[in-house]
């Protein structure tokens, strides 16, 4: 049931932006917050969480305002809700690993990787934990500065995928800097570094 809900919130989203980019605006805003309604009460029902019965008043609610607000507006907040959401995540991710007594993500992919890390190696990946740490979290924060100094209608660009490319050009230069940095040492591959992840998350 919850797994069936978590992929309705995705169904939702994804089906009713297609629609909008297809023209059908109005269509597309009912069909998300239909869809988002549902699976808000799976989610509910698979719960075990106490105030079930005030959560799915506030659900009723949202669902309400859903319907009533212009399609526009209910389309452009399910897409600053899914961008904050994503970038908060990621964000979160590399960041709580840099508190007191916590090994950085970077640093325990690469053990992961290659065993124990020389000393160099563990101050990298350590700088790399708060690079990423800091690049999402302007990442979060992209769309509100475009709005506000950027040129117009970058930010909406940022919401729907714009910034892409961003991460791939963190990904391109880092392997640089590595190399550079990191001499007389193996580096991993991509491959590498996403099954060390993947176990990570696994365990």
Partial sequence: MRLTGIIMLFVASVGAHVLSG????APAARWLVTGQAMA??????????RW????GAGLAVLAALGYALPP???LLADSVMLYTVL???????????????REPLV???ARQVHGTLRPDVR?????????????FAVQLLLPALLA?????????AVLHGASLPLVLVMFGVEAGVRRWRIRNFEHASIMESVRAFNNRARG
């Fill in 22 to 25: 297809m023209g059908f605006v």
């Fill in 123 to 135: 101050l990298y990946t350590r700088q790399l934990t708060w690079a990423w740490s800091l690049f």
């Fill in 148 to 156: 506000l100094a950027g040129p117009a209608g970058w930010w909406r």
């Fill in 40 to 49: 808000g009460c799976m989610l509910l029902t698979a719960s075990v969480m």
């Fill in 107 to 109: 640093t325990m992919l």
């Fill in 87 to 101: 970038q908060g995540a990621l964000l979160l991710l590399f960041a709580r690993t840099l508190r007191p007594g």
């Fill in 52 to 55: 079930r019965v005030a959560w």
């Fill in 72 to 74: 526009g507006f209910v």
